[in-house]
C-alpha cells in the first residue's frame, strides 16, 4: 500500500476520496513545511501532495540520498517552488493542477482591477470608520474601466482569459506580451517588449509563470514605461514584481495604483503598501472557492491514480 503525505488541510471531498488511494497522512498545519519536514516527507512517503510554500529546493533533494518519495503531486498549478530538474534526478515524478484555477484566478484578477480603478477598498473603510459625509459629485473620482486599455504581459491560460473578461465584459483594447504571438479567438495586438506594451496602458495585468526566468521582471522600468494614471494587477506570483520598484513607483505617482493578490515576501506585505489607499491587498485568493480547490484537489488524486496504475500522470511536468 502506497504512503502519501498530504502538507495541507484540503476539502473534505478530497481527504475522503484520497483514503482509497493507499495509507493518508494529511498534516494539521496550514503554515508551509519545514526544511526538516520536508527531507523527512521525501524519507517515508511514497507520494507527497505539497502546495504553495512547501519548498522543495534542490537543496532539500541534495539532503535525501535515496529517498522513498516517487511523486510530488503538486496541489496548485505554479510550480516554482519545487525544483523539478533536481526532483527527476533523484527518480521522483512532479506534476501538477492546470485548468482547474484558470476561470478562479482571472475573476480576481478582474476583481482587483475593479476595485482598485473605482477605489473601492477606501470606499468600504469610509464607511466602515463613519467617515462618509454624504454623496458629492466630486467624491472619491476613480477610473472609469469600460473601453480603456489592458496590457496582459503572459498570454497562457490564465492571461486568455483575463482578455476574455476584459474585451467581452468591458470593450477594453487588448495589448499582450509573452514567449511567443498567439492565435486569440479575439483581437489582441502582440507587442515583443514589455515596456512598449505596458506603455499603451491603462491597466496592466500580469499572469506569467513564476522562477527565476521571471524574477523582477516587472523593475524600474518597466514602471518608467506605465502611464502615471495606470493600475497594475498582479495575479501571478510576488516575485514577478521588484517590491522595492514597486513601492517607489507608487509613492512617487510615477503609476497611479496596484491590486496585488501574491507579495515578494509572502507572507509578508510591506507597510508601505498597507498605508496607500490606491493599493488593493488580498490575502492570496485566486482560487480561494470550495468549487476550485476540490477541482485542484481532483487532478492532483488523478496524477496519483495515474502513477499508482503505471500509467503516465496526465499533468506529469
Known amino acids: 500500500m502506497y504512503k502519501i503525505l498530504i502538507t495541507r488541510p484540503l476539502p473534505s471531498k478530497i ?6 488511494l493507499g495509507e493518508v497522512t494529511t498534516r494539521s498545519k496550514t503554515t508551509s513545511m519545514s526544511e526538516q519536514e520536508m527531507i523527512s516527507a521525501l524519507q517515508d512517503y511514497d507520494i507527497v501532495v505539497p502546495t504553495l510554500g512547501d519548498v522543495f529546493s534542490a537543496s532539500i533533494f541534495l539532503q535525501v540520498e535515496n529517498p522513498r518519495c516517487r511523486l510530488l503531486a503538486n496541489f496548485g498549478v ?3 517552488h519545487i525544483d523539478v530538474n533536481e526532483a527527476k534526478k533523484k527518480g521522483i515524478m512532479v506534476t501538477n493542477t492546470p485548468g482547474a484555477v484558470t476561470d478562479a484566478t482571472a475573476d480576481i484578477a478582474i476583481t482587483l482591477m475593479l476595485m482598485t480603478a473605482r477605489r473601492a477598498g477606501e470606499g468600504e473603510r469610509l464607511v466602515r470608520t463613519r467617515e462618509w459625509k454624504g454623496w458629492h459629485p466630486t467624491q472619491m473620482l476613480g477610473l472609469h474601466i469600460s473601453g480603456k486599455k489592458a496590457a496582459i504581459i503572459g498570454m497562457g491560460r490564465i492571461g486568455q482569459a483575463i482578455a476574455h473578461r476584459c474585451h467581452f465584459g468591458f470593450g477594453m483594447e487588448i495589448f499582450y506580451s509573452s514567449r511567443s504571438e498567439k492565435n486569440l479567438p479575439l483581437p489582441a495586438k502582440y507587442l515583443s ?4 506594451a505596458v506603455s499603451q496602458a491603462d491597466v496592466v495585468f500580469l499572469a506569467v509563470p513564476g522562477g527565476t526566468a521571471t524574477k523582477h521582471l516587472i523593475n524600474e522600468g518597466v514602471f518608467f514605461s506605465m502611464q502615471k494614471h495606470a493600475i497594475l494587477v498582479n495575479i501571478a506570483r510576488g516575485d514577478v514584481i521588484s517590491e522595492k520598484a ?6 512617487t505617482g ?5 491590486g496585488l493578490d ?7 506585505v510591506p507597510k508601505a503598501l498597507m498605508k496607500m489607499e490606491n493599493v488593493t491587498l488580498f490575502p492570496h485568493l485566486g482560487t480561494a472557492s470550495l468549487e476550485v480547490r476540490t477541482q485542484m484537489g481532483e487532478l492532483a488524486l488523478k496524477n496519483i491514480e495515474e502513477f499508482i496504475g503505471n500509467q503516465t500522470p496526465t499533468n506529469l511536468l
Open 15 to 20: 481527504h475522503q476520496k484520497a483514503n482509497g
Open 78 to 80: 505554479g510550480y516554482n
Open 193 to 196: 517588449s514589455i515596456n512598449e
Open 246 to 251: 514597486l513601492i517607489e513607483a507608487l509613492q
Open 254 to 258: 510615477q503609476i497611479g495604483g496596484a
Open 262 to 268: 501574491v507579495y515578494e515576501f509572502e507572507p509578508e
